[in-house]
């Protein structure tokens, strides 16, 4: 690091500080430490420089950035030749070396601060590592011109960056770039420019790194030869600016060096390799062996438990506003053996193990008022308040809304025929017969179907076609029929066509609407319970019943994130049909299900699509296979019936404002 440090042997500091701000550009701070005789002085620079010491009397005068005769230090620069003219021209003018044209900072669009260095030659070997301070990079055999060897201070751009110093260090080029904060920085070249990043982290990447290194203190130094633990410490101390005690029994000395690491993890190595341990209360650090700081804090614990034994007894009236105060009391004072504790409906008893309560402490349960009175130390009961206050709140309430839809489509067709008819010889004797009735057919002197007709049966001449067919594959109450007949001398013959088609939609919809507490379970029913007879175990009969019912079940559970996890139940139950019995065939529609939703989401929890298909066709044999004339010798009977049933479920968080 940039830092001088002088050794005074012999010497004793009678100063009363060890730390000195040095108010100059280039001096950060100056150190005095003084051990076994010997007396050490450190300035802390913010970069290497020529110096010159002198002695004026009792004085030690040290002169950083001088040069003997008093003279300016000048800054380090590549040779000269002499011109025949007697002017002085530069190395890289003549040897074309390469160099830096530019240096400048810019502000990223996220708030990065970007370093932009132009150079002569794209083919620079580059060096960036991380420091104390930030980040150092270094051109090496790269010429940088004395008027672009300056301090820019850049903290007015808002970014982690807040000073770049460039300067020429023998052959190479090189930027201090000063950054606090958390920070993360990449270097890339495109062509010319060579550019560094280096971005603030954001949370997330602030968690992340954490996991990844424990330790977060500012950088530090420390190189020193077996030097006492105690002044190691307060080194640590002093650059810390916490306030030290350190115990009488912290001893011995230490080599270390170790270079930017974090103070938090140096002084970690320095107490776990003295077998120390530290205690930290507010900016003041405690240092002691790890046993002696176990004894202290055991002597503590007894020390405020004898206190507390005879601190004096208060008694306090907490009244609990939205839980139950018997099971809130039950809860606190880890009473899990049922029984004979302290505290239950105002009987004293042993000390519960886990209790809220003091040994000496008692508490009483007014079921009437809903409150607690406790008798305790004020600390005790002071507690107790404070856990009330935590776990006596306002439930947050959900309502939750469903929805069955059962869709129901069905569609029938029917196609039938009837063929009938009667026939006569030349004598008047049938040869064809399907008619059933044969009144006015015999009639004295005989008639020809010609002279057939449909008269009143009290004059015996009525006759009827339809009670006995040659073919009958009517359709059973048709929505229509179309009939012919043909009619002779000695023969009728009739053909009746018939059709029936019809179809239905039907929608039930039930939706059950509920609203219940977090993690509370809630149910709704609603249909009715049907009665029947049955047999009993002593033979007799007894009437049972069943239940054909719409019913929701369910217990939310409210997340951080505003989401609701559901268990849920849903019954739809309908009467199908009744046996001969009586007793009752029931169709089930049940659903059993747990959900993540989103608040005011509606979700589908399940669905059932079913189709039925019936399709029948009775025809006569032989004539029924004829192409094209035998549909006039068959039925045909078609039936479709689809069902399609969906369940939906929208839960709502209920606003605390509508709750109160």
Known sequence: PARIVFDFPDVVSGLKERRFPLAVDNGQSAMVLTSEGRTRLILNLNDLASYTTRVDGNNFVVEVGAVKGGEKAQVARPSVDVATTGSLKEKDALGNQTRITNIDFRRGAVGEGRIIVTLSNPKVSADMVGTGAGVRLSFKDVWLPPELRRRLDVVDFATPVSLVASTQEGESSVLNISAGGDFDYLAYQTDNEYVVSIKPLTEQEKQEKKKDFEYTGEK???????????????IIADFTELNLVASDTVQGRITLRLQNVPWDQALEMVLKNKGLDKRQVGNVLMVAPAAEIAERERQEITTKKQLEELAPLRTEYIRVRYANAKEMFELFRGDNNGGGSRGGSGQGGNRATGSVLSERGQGVVDERTNSIIITDTAERIEAFKRLVDQIDIPIRQVMIEA???????DFQRELGVRWGGIGYNENKNRIIDFAGSREGLDDTGGTSPRDWFVSDSADGKSFDMNEADAVNLAVTNPY???????????TYL????????????????????????DKQLAIIKSGKEIGFLETAPSGGTTTGFREAVL?????????????????????????????????????ITRLQTKVLVNNAQTVVLGGVFSVEGNKTENKVPVLGDIPYLGRLFKKTIDNQFKTELLIFVTPKLISENLSN
């Open 220 to 234: 530090l130094s420390l190189d020193f030869q077996d030097i006492e633990v105690r002044a190691v410490l307060q």
């Open 403 to 409: 929805r069955i839809v059962i869709a129901n489509t």
């Open 480 to 490: 229509a029929s179309a009939a012919i007949g043909v009619l002779t001398d000695n």
């Open 494 to 517: 009739d053909l009746e066509l018939s059709a029936l088609e019809n179809s239905g939609f039907a929608e039930i919809v039930s939706q059950p609407k509920v609203i219940t507490s």
């Open 551 to 587: 019913k929701l079940e369910v217990t939310p559970q409210i997340t951080p994130d505003n989401r609701i996890i559901m268990d849920l139940n849903v019954w739809k139950d309908s009467v199908a049909s009744v046996e001969v019995s009586g007793r009752p065939t029931l169709d």
